[in-house]
């Protein structure tokens, strides 16, 4: 995925504005830690053998594997993509488990290399002796991915019941659970840029002030692209266009001001993912 996005966020400030610091950030997944962002395909199967789906008749056990590739991040958003293939096979008790629409999973970072799980789409039907349950998610959380070599997925959810249910299925959820580990390396995280005015007054024309832009998360962020706001009254050096920033490390950009009593912004983006951040400047 290879797509730039500037994003302005002129705002109008009070003329006490202090020094702070803004970052967006990205849900992103990589394939090793402190990697580069990267869309993946995955494949999971399930641990133990089996993952349970309860319904109200009976807890149905079957063996099961899912693929799908991660298709997008974006400024506070979920790393999502769509799953091309969701199996269950060898249920027991004569049950047969099908996914008639195998949906979408996203995830969205919390902590480390880990983060909660959610399916959008996915439609199932268990059936025996005549009897047809159906179930379908909608942004439903499903569980949490712990990342790792492998990573897995803890599968702790409740799926609603859907249209063409039997009435002996009852009108509750039910309860999917186990795990699935991944056949690859992955792991979640957070990443963004975040840039740092040091000093937001420009008095002068002319007068030059030096801004930091900081990869504060857990993955390595290529090409940064910087674009200053209202390019007739600033202009930036570019030094960090183009640059690669790996966790914790720093590229300083000079800003100077080429007219007085004007108000301008900095932003800094990266071409893969759309992490974004921005320091607002005040004359």
């Known amino acids: 995925m290879r797509h730039s996005k500037k994003i302005g966020l002129l705002a109008v400030v009070a003329a006490a504005t202090l020094a702070f610091a803004a970052s967006a950030s990205a849900t992103v997944v990589t394939t090793t830690t402190g990697g580069e ?19 109200s008749i009976a807890n149905i056990e079957c063996s099961s594997t899912a693929e799908g590739k991660v298709e997008s991040h974006g400024e506070e958003a979920p790393a999502t993509g769509k799953i091309s293939s969701l199996t269950f096979t060898g249920c027991t008790n004569g049950w ?8 979408s999973l996203s995830v969205n970072w919390t902590s480390g290399y880990n983060g909660d799980l959610y399916s959008s789409g996915a439609n199932v039907s268990t059936t025996r002796f ?23 997925l803890n599968i702790e959810g409740n799926i609603p019941i859907a249209a063409g249910s039997s009435f002996l299925c009852g009108s509750g959820n039910a309860k999917w ?57 600033f202009k930036g050096a570019g030094t960090c ?12 950009e000079t800003v100077e001001s080429l007219k007085a009593n004007k108000l301008g912004e900095l ?4 071409i893969t993912p759309q992490a ?8």
């Open 37 to 55: 962002v990267e869309t993946p395909t995955i494949h999971a199967v399930s641990e133990n053998g089996h993952v349970t789906l309860a319904n």
């Open 96 to 103: 047969h488990v099908t996914a008639n629409a195998p949906g």
């Open 130 to 152: 005549g009897v047809t349950c159906n179930y379908e998610t909608n942004n439903t959380t499903i569980g949490t991915v712990s990342g790792g070599n492998p990573a897995t």
């Open 177 to 233: 659970s186990g795990s699935y580990v991944t056949t690859a390396a992955l792991f979640v995280v957070n990443a963004g840029l975040s840039v740092e005015p040091q000093v937001t007054k420009f008095k002068n024309v002319n007068e030059k002030k030096v801004l930091e832009i900081i990869n504060p998360g857990l993955a390595t962020i290529k090409n940064i692209e910087v674009n200053v706001l209202l390019a007739g009254d």
């Open 241 to 252: 266009n183009g640059k690669t920033l790996k966790t914790g490390e720093v590229c300083k």
């Open 267 to 270: 932003t800094a983006s990266s």
């Open 276 to 283: 974004l951040g921005s320091g607002e400047l005040e004359s």
